[in-house]
């Protein structure tokens, strides 16, 4: 256990030092810092003097060994426009980011579990089918088209006039068919302050309406993929000797089910989950960017812009962090789930 | 009245294109306390019959026609909720792969709990008493440890009498045994035979058994039936089968074992495959793989390629060959007297 735990942090350095060398790597093709803090009426002297107080005329190697060095002091450098440490802006920017993948996580469980094994149970139902026809068609669409519709359907509304307007029924029928809207769609609102420290998006009812609809579009990144892999698993499991054998012995349905087959199917659907982690905070980028989501993803875009290459590899090396953190947790959870697998510190 | 009576049960698959007929025409029946074997080459319909029994048939297999009568119960036209009182608790399966029987995530005590809160209205301490005790009786050590371990920590044979132990946890009135020893090593069969057998005489417990192996069913069962392409083509005392089979195919089957065969000899072997279950020869299944399908002077019988052989009864025997039938026309006396 511990021998494994520490492969993992041998792992996770080895990790962060590729991601920080092709952070570094790229910021040439970013841009000039200096130009952007200065702006186009600077001296060329205002901006060799900058450049040689940020040390950005020495070469690349001596810039990234000065940088590891202050690193592995949790020294990111100071942002270029921000004028503070790198670390503390994403601290500012991050939670935002965290609770919207947390939520969407939760609405990705929440909504894929009990599809998935609805569908593995009665797979010639016409619910069944059409939620996998839809998952196929979930996987195609992409973020910013997804977040568009939710928009359209619940913040804007539709008016329906496809019927006579003059008429009772009429009306009615329009009435039926259109949506209302006025769902928030921009920002985060105002967070509640919660311990003094912790802006929250959980505590109120206004602060969660205002997460819903991010949250949905991120969480539609996901849920298909998750519908379709707890399906197909859950279909295998069912097949299998041990669930024969549970009808065999005269076990009640939903235990055979929700016991039996749902313990085995969730192994691999772990596994998914911990990467896809990951993959929820990169697609905040998008989310983030569509509903206006004050999150570390539009300021990592924002940083971009900017070349403001100390907060870019800041970011960068946090998220390699939490992916890291995620999958060890993940494996730690597998453990749990599944008693044939002991941790060791050997590789398998 | 029979413990358990089977009469004329068909098991169908259908497909796309065709169906395949695994199970035709088989009717057998089993007395309380009985130890009946069911054999066959695979592909005979052995396994599809023991676990449509209990209609667990995997998809899409159903009971085409047929009934399987237990204590005078119609199980084919049982309620699911009322055929589940009775999986397990009255009639009790083991298949074939321990390994792969036992969930893989949940321990040995939680599968064996499970199975009598299923059945039972009993406190957990009081299962964890009675799956003990029965662990105890199937001679499984440490039955304590056992309780919190998973599949994976047992070796095979251990996982074996573990579900033995689950299959007699409710006293059930028959066990269907899947070919309980195939998956074992082969100095593990031997004991599990002996266990099974002596646990089911103590207890009076029914047990239908199936395997391709002929040693197997030989030393457990006291009545027989040998399967052939999903018919049952001869069935009888074990003992009188084994020693003076009257089947061709029985008698292949016997003499390809190599207890049969004389020193410095090939084995025997029956020439052919046996038939696909989709594409079945018409008449009796086996009459491409048989030597009497010839009359002695030469001439091909009619009968074995154009008519399906019906059972010929003797006593407590039942052959279904129109070679065996031919013999006994012509010789009714000496049959008599043999």
Known sequence: ?348 | MALLEVEHLDVRFPLRHGEIRAVRDVSFALDRGERLGIVGESGAGKSVLAFSLLRLLSRPGRIARGQVRFEGQELTQLSDRQLRRIRGNRVAMIFQDPLTTLNPVLTIGQQMIESLKAHRRISSRRARSVALHKLRQVQVSSPEQRLAQYPHQLSGGLCQRVVIAIALLLDPDIIIADEPTTALDVTIQAEIIALLKQLCEKHNVGLIVISHDLGVIGRLTQRLLVMYAGRIVEQGPTREIINDAQHPYTQGLINALPQMALPRQPLAQIPGNMPSLSQVPGGCAFHPRCRYRFTPQGQPRRDCSERVPEAVVSGDSQVACHWVRELIATLPIEKETT
């Not at chain 1, 670390?87 to 609405?107: F, G, H, K, M, Q």
């Not at chain 1, 009990?114 to 089918?129: D, E, V, Y």
């Not at chain 1, 991010?214 to 399906?231: N, Q």
């Not at chain 1, 549970?246 to 349905?253: F, I, M, N, S, Y």
């Open chain 1, 1 to 348: 256990m511990i021998l494994f735990l520490m492969r993992r942090l041998l792992q996770a350095v080895a990790v962060m030092f590729v991601i920080s060398v092709v952070g570094f790597a790229i910021q040439d093709g970013l841009g000039d810092p200096v130009r952007q803090m200065l702006g186009p009426t600077a001296t060329d002297a205002e901006s060799t003097g900058l450049r040689h107080s940020l040390g950005l005329d020495r070469p690349l190697w001596m810039q990234y060994l000065h940088f590891a060095g202050d690193a592995v002091e949790l020294n990111f450098g100071d942002s270029y426009f921000f004028h503070e440490p790198a670390l503390d802006v994403i601290a500012r920017y991050l939670p935002a980011t965290l609770e919207l993948v947390a939520a969407s996580a939760v609405i990705t469980l929440l909504l894929s579990v009990p599809m998935g094994i609805f569908c593995a149970i009665r797979p010639r139902s016409w619910l069944a089918r059409g939620l996998m026809g839809l998952s196929l068609l979930g996987i195609s669409v992409p973020v910013f088209l997804s977040a568009m519709v939710l928009i359209q359907l619940f913040s804007i509304g539709i008016q329906v006039t496809l019927f006579p307007t003059g008429t009772g029924w009429g009306q009615w029928l329009n009435q039926l068919l259109s949506i209302q809207g006025g769902m928030p769609a921009y920002g985060r609102g105002n967070p509640v302050h919660v311990w003094g420290v912790w802006y929250t998006n959980f505590a109120s009812w206004q602060g969660l309406l205002y997460l819903l609809l991010p949250a949905l579009s991120l969480a539609f990144v996901m849920l298909p993929l998750f519908v379709r892999l707890i399906h197909a698993e859950m279909l295998e499991v069912l097949e299998s000797d041990y669930v024969k054998y549970a009808k065999a012995r005269g076990l009640r349905p939903s235990r055979i089910y929700f016991l039996h087959a749902l313990k085995n199917t969730l192994l691999p659907v772990v596994t998914l989950g911990g990467v896809q982690i990951g993959t929820l905070v990169a697609y905040t980028l998008l989310t983030e960017t569509v509903f206006q989501w004050p999150g570390a993803g539009l300021m990592f875009l924002d940083a971009i812009e900017r070349a403001d290459m100390p907060l870019i590899v800041a970011y960068l090396m946090v998220v390699g962090l939490m992916f890291v953190v995620t999958n060890t947790l993940v494996d730690l959870l597998y453990r749990v789930l599944n008693p044939r697998i002991t941790l060791s510190g050997r590789s398998a």
